[in-house]
């Protein structure tokens, strides 16, 4: 009998996957045991060829070569991995190989990373598809019982190429052709874009705004203090409070209302992120970067889903896993946990994958033992968890209404009647180190017991001076949500894609805004660059619309079903690229000023990247990379030890990467023991104070 091979996304799943089949004998960038051959792809080993593999004439960026529109599309192996894919291709090939098993994650992005390397090792072999939300053994187990046809997913497939050869196409012909234009480059992307208008948007609303004062006048009660109507001429606010101060006031009705706040929804990937980013300040791209960890750990389920419930085959283990949650929290949950599993349980709203939960290995994990991040993303689904089977918030509402010297007054507070899920909540809550701003939606203070014709006497007036507030710039909490509802109201309610990208692409999205220039981080604010509001400004509406875009994905979604024909949805892109050449011909004089000035700027100052500690550009010199804040001490110096050791300089590319993406992937780091080299990311470890550097394995792909 002939033996199988399973292909994953990484070593570490490889890994976890040959431990549950049996294959642990250790070969070259594969294992095997029992009839198994477990190997793993790197994340994407193969990718869209550059535009000079179709020809010589595009290694120079031209008008005159645009619009680049491949006839047959060719790929090749990604940088630093080509000896990976060879060993998959040898594997492949292997005579005693009868057939093999895409275990790469289980998703659109995964599926193309598998087929993209089956084709390009010209196998023809038999397919088969894992399909898997954890990585617990009794999971990978259950998903080898039920393996499905590799055909069942080549609408998956087909919808992730489109996806794919629509962001090469529509990023390397408008890329070069405004990079031309405008002297300067500029990143042009299909979802890259409208995300920038977004922000651009917000950031002019934000410098438009005139604050306007108002006053409100208000009377102290004693125990309480009423508000009046806000007024804008502060001589009418200075009339009431004449009028009132001094004079008794009588309870003219006083309003009851019980009202609930029904448990919170399981999270997605985009609500993890947005909450991660509100309570601990990460962004996007690390809350995903930790959830990934925690899945392949076993801790979490696939975290890149867009199903916010469970499903109904998991309903009878809930309160076993309730449990085991519980008892690993840093704070007491209460005796009796309530499990209403009928608020997570929906079949008809997990597609792909159900919502990001612990799973039943959380009961062994040391919390103390994970880095600080992971720890802080476990425990936040976990929170959930326990929050969202619980039972619903009570509270009682009153709004009394007052007069005083002819002129009425309001003032509202409330009273918990049941903590419900709140209680869970608020423990966590009350954990963090930095306590987010929350809208309560009510007046927090419980008034006293009133009465409808009681009277208070000589209250004190006063007038209560304030100034509108302009719009907030965007935080990533507030963009994912954005992002998430871009062009919505232009979709019918049944949609099933809407938005700007999916939650497993829109962190990389906002990395690519920041690492190109568009974006700067301030803080925890996204606040456009001078070249990122020129750029909004000379592209044309149909690249920067939300709506577009919006609808593109709902294609793709289409496609993945099998309603859309792939070749209809492409055409559609290769129109549109050859609409946008044949419109931009000459630049705008007055944007090609600015982006001029912009790029002098740029070069004279030598900023590679964005200061992790305070957002201030990070400039090259000629020993480092330092912050170009004075009151910031962040500094990465290029004599270092730890880059010397392993064979590496900190270049300006390396520093670039490690400020942007916070990590750099070398596949030929030199061990000081033993000269040889091997595979192994370098990752930026600012704790505030120092600057150092760590390296990060993936399990069985250490050092050799």
Same mark, same amino acid.
């Given at each position: 009998?002939? #033996?199988?091979?399973?292909?994953?996304?990484?070593?570490?799943?490889?890994?976890?996957?040959?431990?549950?089949?049996?294959?642990?004998?250790?070969?070259?960038? $594969?294992?095997?045991?029992?009839?198994?051959?477990?190997?793993?792809?790197?994340?994407?080993?193969?990718?869209?060829?550059?535009?000079?593999?179709?020809?010589?004439?595009?290694?120079?960026?031209?008008?005159?070569?645009?619009?680049?529109?491949?006839?047959?599309?060719?790929?090749?192996?990604?940088?630093?991995?080509?000896?990976?894919?060879?060993?998959?291709?040898?594997?492949?090939?292997?005579?005693?190989?009868?057939?093999?098993?895409?275990?790469?994650?289980?998703?659109?992005?995964?599926?193309?990373?598998?087929?993209?390397?089956?084709?390009?090792?010209?196998?023809?072999?038999?397919?088969?598809?894992?399909?898997?939300?954890?990585?617990?053994?009794?999971?990978?187990?259950?998903?080898?019982?039920?393996?499905?046809?590799?055909?069942?997913?080549?609408?998956?497939?087909?919808?992730?190429?489109?996806?794919?050869?629509?962001?090469?196409?529509?990023?390397?012909?408008?890329?070069?052709?405004?990079?031309?234009?405008?002297?300067?480059?500029?990143?042009?992307?299909?979802?890259?874009?409208?995300?920038?208008?977004?922000?651009?948007?917000?950031?002019?609303?934000?410098?438009?705004?005139?604050?306007?004062?108002?006053?409100?006048?208000?009377?102290?009660?004693?125990?309480?203090?009423?508000?009046?109507?806000?007024?804008?001429?502060?001589?009418?606010?200075?009339?009431?409070?004449?009028?009132?101060?001094?004079?008794?006031?009588?309870?003219?009705?006083?309003?009851?209302?019980?009202?609930?706040?029904?448990?919170?929804?399981?999270?997605?990937?985009?609500?993890?992120?947005?909450?991660?980013?509100?309570? $601990?300040?990460?962004?996007?791209?690390?809350?995903?970067?930790?959830?990934?960890?925690?899945?392949?750990? #076993?801790?979490?389920?696939?975290?890149?889903?867009?199903?916010?419930?469970?499903?109904?085959?998991?309903?009878?283990?809930?309160?076993?896993?309730?449990?085991?949650?519980?008892?690993?929290?840093?704070?007491?949950?209460?005796?009796?946990?309530?499990?209403?599993?009928?608020?997570?349980?929906?079949?008809?709203?997990?597609?792909?994958?159900?919502?990001?939960?612990?799973?039943?290995?959380?009961?062994?994990?040391?919390?103390?033992?994970?880095?600080?991040?992971?720890?802080? +993303?476990?425990?936040?689904?976990?929170?959930?968890?326990?929050?969202?089977?619980?039972?619903?918030?009570?509270?009682?509402?009153?709004?009394?209404?007052?007069?005083?010297?002819?002129?009425?007054?309001?003032?509202?507070?409330?009273?918990?009647?049941?903590?419900?899920? #709140?209680?869970?909540?608020?423990?966590?809550?009350?954990?963090?180190?930095?306590?987010?701003?929350?809208?309560?939606?009510?007046?927090?203070?419980?008034?006293?017991?009133?009465?409808?014709?009681?009277?208070?006497?000589?209250?004190?007036?006063?007038?209560?001076?304030?100034?509108?507030?302009?719009?907030?710039?965007?935080?990533?909490?507030?963009?994912?949500?954005?992002?998430?509802?871009?062009?919505?109201?232009? $979709?019918?309610?049944?949609?099933?894609?809407?938005?700007?990208?999916?939650?497993?692409?829109?962190?990389?999205? +906002?990395?690519?805004?920041?690492?190109?220039?568009?974006?700067?981080?301030?803080?925890?604010?996204?606040?456009?660059?001078?070249?990122?509001?020129?750029?909004?400004?000379?592209?044309?509406?149909? +690249?920067?619309?939300?709506?577009?875009?919006?609808?593109?994905?709902?294609?793709?979604?289409?496609?993945?079903?099998?309603?859309?024909?792939?070749?209809?949805?492409?055409?559609?892109?290769?129109?549109?690229?050859?609409?946008?050449?044949?419109?931009?011909?000459?630049?705008?004089?007055?944007?090609?000023?600015?982006?001029?000035?912009?790029?002098?700027?740029?070069?004279?100052?030598?900023?590679?990247?964005?200061?992790?500690?305070?957002?201030?550009?990070?400039?090259?010199?000629? #020993?480092?990379?330092?912050?170009?804040?004075?009151?910031?001490?962040?500094?990465?110096?290029?004599?270092?030890?730890?880059?010397?050791?392993?064979?590496?300089?900190?270049?300006?590319?390396?520093?670039?990467?490690?400020?942007?993406?916070?990590?750099?992937?070398?596949?030929?780091?030199?061990?000081?023991?033993?000269?040889?080299?091997?595979?192994?990311? +370098?990752?930026?470890?600012?704790?505030?104070?120092?600057?150092?550097?760590?390296?990060?394995?993936?399990?069985?792909?250490?050092?050799?």
């Amino acid at each position: 009998m002939g #033996k199988i091979l399973v292909v994953t996304e990484k070593p570490s799943v490889a890994q976890s996957i040959g431990a549950v089949l049996g294959a642990k004998k250790r070969g070259n960038g $594969f294992m095997e045991g029992d009839g198994w051959l477990i190997s793993w792809c790197f994340g994407h080993l193969v990718e869209l060829a550059p535009a000079d593999a179709y020809g010589e004439q595009y290694k120079r960026w031209s008008y005159e070569t645009l619009p680049i529109l491949p006839g047959v599309w060719k790929y090749r192996a990604s940088e630093g991995k080509k000896k990976q894919l060879d060993v998959l291709r040898s594997l492949m090939s292997r005579a005693d190989v009868d057939s093999v098993v895409c275990a790469t994650d289980a998703g659109r992005e995964g599926e193309l990373i598998f087929r993209l390397v089956y084709d390009q090792c010209k196998c023809k072999k038999p397919v088969q598809r894992l399909w898997i939300s954890s990585l617990e053994d009794s999971a990978v187990r259950d998903g080898f019982g039920k393996l499905r046809p590799g055909a069942d997913f080549d609408n998956l497939y087909r919808a992730a190429l489109c996806r794919a050869q629509a962001d090469y196409l529509v990023g390397i012909n408008a890329t070069r052709l405004f990079s031309c234009l405008y002297g300067a480059t500029l990143n042009v992307g299909r979802v890259q874009s409208p995300t920038l208008a977004l922000i651009v948007g917000r950031e002019e609303a934000v410098r438009g705004f005139v604050s306007e004062p108002f006053y409100i006048p208000e009377i102290d009660c004693g125990q309480f203090t009423a508000s009046g109507d806000k007024q804008k001429d502060p001589e009418a606010a200075e009339a009431v409070h004449a009028a009132a101060d001094g004079q008794d006031v009588v309870v003219l009705s006083v309003e009851k209302q019980t009202k609930t706040i029904a448990p919170p929804k399981l999270y997605d990937l985009t609500t993890l992120q947005r909450e991660a980013n509100r309570l $601990f300040g990460y962004t996007a791209q690390q809350t995903l970067d930790y959830a990934q960890s925690l899945y392949e750990k #076993k801790l979490v389920t696939y975290p890149r889903t867009d199903s916010r419930y469970l499903t109904s085959d998991m309903e009878a283990g809930l309160p076993a896993l309730v449990n085991a949650v519980s008892a690993i929290l840093p704070f007491p949950t209460g005796e009796s946990l309530s499990i209403n599993a009928g608020a997570v349980i929906k079949d008809s709203g997990v597609s792909d994958h159900h919502a990001i939960i612990p799973t039943p290995s959380i009961q062994k994990a040391e919390l103390s033992s994970l880095p600080s991040g992971e720890r802080d +993303i476990l425990t936040m689904i976990a929170v959930r968890l326990i929050c969202a089977l619980g039972g619903k918030h009570s509270y009682e509402a009153v709004t009394a209404v007052l007069e005083c010297g002819g002129h009425r007054f309001t003032a509202k507070g409330k009273s918990v009647l049941s903590d419900g899920w #709140k209680s869970i909540d608020d423990s966590f809550r009350s954990t963090l180190k930095t306590k987010p701003d929350e809208d309560t939606g009510e007046d927090g203070a419980a008034l006293p017991e009133l009465s409808e014709g009681q009277i208070f006497d000589s209250v004190t007036a006063a007038v209560r001076e304030g100034k509108t507030s302009p719009p907030k710039r965007y935080t990533e909490d507030t963009l994912l949500s954005a992002m998430e509802t871009a062009g919505a109201e232009d $979709f019918p309610d049944d949609a099933e894609r809407k938005g700007l990208g999916t939650p497993a692409t829109r962190a990389a999205t +906002i990395e690519k805004l920041i690492k190109s220039g568009f974006v700067e981080r301030q803080k925890k604010n996204l606040v456009p660059t001078n070249k990122g509001i020129n750029l909004t400004a000379v592209l044309p509406e149909d +690249i920067k619309s939300p709506l577009l875009t919006a609808e593109w994905e709902q294609k793709l979604k289409l496609v993945e079903r099998g309603e859309l024909a792939g070749a209809g949805f492409m055409d559609g892109i290769a129109s549109l690229t050859r609409e946008l050449v044949a419109a931009h011909r000459v630049p705008v004089p007055e944007y090609a000023a600015l982006f001029a000035e912009a790029s002098n700027t740029a070069a004279k100052d030598g900023i590679v990247g964005a200061c992790p500690r305070c957002g201030s550009g990070v400039a090259e010199s000629a #020993k480092g990379f330092f912050c170009s804040s004075r009151a910031c001490k962040f500094a990465m110096w290029k004599d270092n030890r730890f880059f010397g050791a392993k064979g590496k300089k900190l270049d300006k590319k390396t520093a670039a990467a490690l400020l942007t993406e916070g990590r750099i992937f070398f596949s030929d780091l030199r061990s000081e023991k033993t000269g040889k080299t091997y595979a192994a990311t +370098i990752l930026l470890d600012d704790d505030g104070i120092k600057t150092n550097y760590k390296l990060e394995f993936e399990k069985g792909g250490g050092k050799k």
